[in-house]
């Protein structure tokens, strides 16, 4: 059966989903009505130059920080390191090579850059997931 | 004499190869990872059970390397019929021999995290090297997928810039400059 008491990583992602993703989002709205603009972004409008890379980057640093800290052997905690660093950098180079694009006047894709950022992110999200869910595990088997 | 326009038309179009983006991969990985969040969440015993048994009847390995080939060859196979591209021989190298490498890793990885877990003098022996069993067994996973295509990613990368590289300044090889 599950342990639903143990659902705190649920809790955890959904701050960073919050407020990496919909605060900015709600932000961009309240600035539209307060200036009286019809600005109305959508999420990918407003991500579109791979922000969410940057996201899933800073989420990848605050997992492999974790896992330092944890009881794991060194072998794991530096496999899931390396592992969380190399995603999460692949996630905000999405970012950096759109801003080089964009600088430098060379074609850039706002959509491929959308959909590159936005599948890095899932990847790093769901790997901080269940990296969170075994930590948790580790924790109680250590404990007792 | 010039061939005529029609001939032209109608003649076999060269086949691009497979252009392979990060994002394709990173998307079934994530995919992958979130079934296996839920299976420890679900069946928190009875999924951590089943690993630890494949491990210790040594089939655990040889379990990485198949799902790893097959997911990173279907993912392939899959974007090379989207673009109507033809694969490649780097990719199939790659792609074959990569996931491979990285099994065999991570099983010597987890036999010194298990070596180095039974070593220490710490409570809870058996339930801790239950746990890393886990653990390797996720992390061998995401990276015998992605690694492969993270490398063959760079690969291409490190291609298309030196062909663009020739094509940009061809009077380097031809003509050197005289000072």
Same mark, same amino acid.
């Given at each position: 059966?599950?342990?639903?008491?143990?659902?705190?990583?649920?809790?955890?992602?959904?701050?960073?989903?919050?407020?990496?993703?919909?605060?900015?989002?709600?932000?961009?709205?309240?600035?539209?009505?307060?200036?009286?603009?019809?600005?109305?972004?959508?999420?990918?409008?407003?991500?579109?130059?791979?922000?969410?890379?940057?996201?899933?980057?800073?989420?990848?640093?605050?997992?492999?920080?974790?896992?330092?800290?944890?009881?794991?052997?060194?072998?794991?905690?530096?496999?899931?390191?390396?592992?969380?660093?190399?995603?999460?950098?692949?996630?905000?180079?999405?970012? @950096?090579?759109?801003?080089?694009?964009?600088?430098?006047?060379?074609?850039?894709?706002?959509?491929?850059?959308?959909?590159?950022?936005?599948?890095?992110?899932?990847?790093?999200?769901?790997?901080?997931?269940? @990296?969170? @869910?075994?930590?948790?595990?580790?924790?109680?088997?250590?404990?007792? | 004499?010039?061939?005529? *326009?029609?001939?032209?038309?109608? +003649?076999?179009?060269?086949?691009?190869?497979?252009?392979?983006?990060?994002?394709? /991969?990173?998307?079934?990985? /994530?995919?992958?990872?979130?079934?296996?969040?839920? !299976?420890?969440?679900?069946?928190?015993?009875?999924?951590?059970?089943?690993?630890? +048994?494949?491990?210790?009847?040594?089939?655990?390995? #040889?379990?990485?390397?198949?799902?790893?080939?097959? #997911?990173? /060859?279907? !993912?392939?196979?899959?974007?090379?019929?989207?673009? %109507?591209?033809?694969?490649?021989? !780097?990719?199939? &190298?790659?792609?074959?021999?990569?996931?491979?490498?990285?099994?065999?890793?991570?099983?010597?990885?987890?036999?010194?995290?298990?070596?180095? &877990?039974?070593?220490?003098?710490?409570?809870?022996?058996?339930? =801790? #090297?239950?746990?890393?069993?886990? *653990?390797?067994?996720? $992390?061998?996973?995401?990276?015998?997928?992605?690694?492969?295509? $993270? +490398?063959?990613?760079?690969?291409?990368?490190?291609? +298309?810039?030196?062909?663009? =590289?020739?094509? #940009?300044?061809? %009077? =380097?090889? &031809?003509?050197?400059?005289?000072?």
């Amino acid at each position: 059966m599950a342990d639903w008491m143990s659902l705190k990583w649920l809790l955890w992602i959904s701050l960073y989903l919050v407020l990496g993703v919909f605060v900015p989002w709600a932000t961009s709205l309240a600035w539209a009505h307060q200036h009286g603009s019809n600005l109305r972004p959508r999420p990918k409008q407003l991500f579109e130059r791979g922000e969410l890379g940057l996201i899933g980057l800073v989420l990848g640093i605050s997992v492999i920080w974790d896992l330092l800290r944890s009881q794991y052997m060194p072998q794991t905690i530096a496999l899931g390191s390396v592992l969380l660093a190399v995603s999460g950098t692949m996630a905000g180079t999405v970012w @950096i090579e759109t801003y080089c694009r964009q600088s430098t006047g060379v074609s850039n894709n706002p959509e491929r850059a959308w959909r590159d950022s936005r599948n890095l992110a899932f990847l790093v999200f769901s790997m901080a997931i269940v @990296i969170e @869910i075994l930590l948790e595990r580790f924790a109680k088997v250590a404990a007792s | 004499m010039s061939a005529p *326009a029609p001939a032209l038309a109608l +003649a076999p179009a060269p086949r691009r190869t497979v252009t392979v983006r990060l994002a394709d /991969a990173a998307f079934t990985v /994530a995919f992958l990872s979130l079934i296996f969040g839920l !299976l420890l969440v679900f069946f928190p015993v009875s999924f951590g059970q089943i690993i630890q +048994a494949s491990w210790q009847h040594g089939n655990l390995t #040889v379990a990485l390397m198949v799902i790893t080939l097959t #997911v990173d /060859a279907g !993912l392939y196979i899959r974007i090379a019929y989207r673009l %109507s591209a033809k694969p490649t021989v !780097l990719a199939a &190298t790659c792609l074959g021999s990569l996931p491979i490498l990285v099994a065999v890793g991570v099983s010597f990885c987890l036999q010194g995290a298990v070596d180095f &877990t039974l070593a220490g003098d710490l409570p809870n022996l058996q339930g =801790r #090297v239950g746990e890393e069993i886990l *653990a390797q067994t996720y $992390l061998g996973l995401v990276s015998g997928i992605f690694l492969p295509f $993270l +490398a063959l990613r760079l690969l291409q990368q490190f291609k +298309a810039t030196r062909s663009n =590289r020739e094509t #940009v300044s061809p %009077s =380097r090889n &031809t003509a050197p400059v005289k000072y």
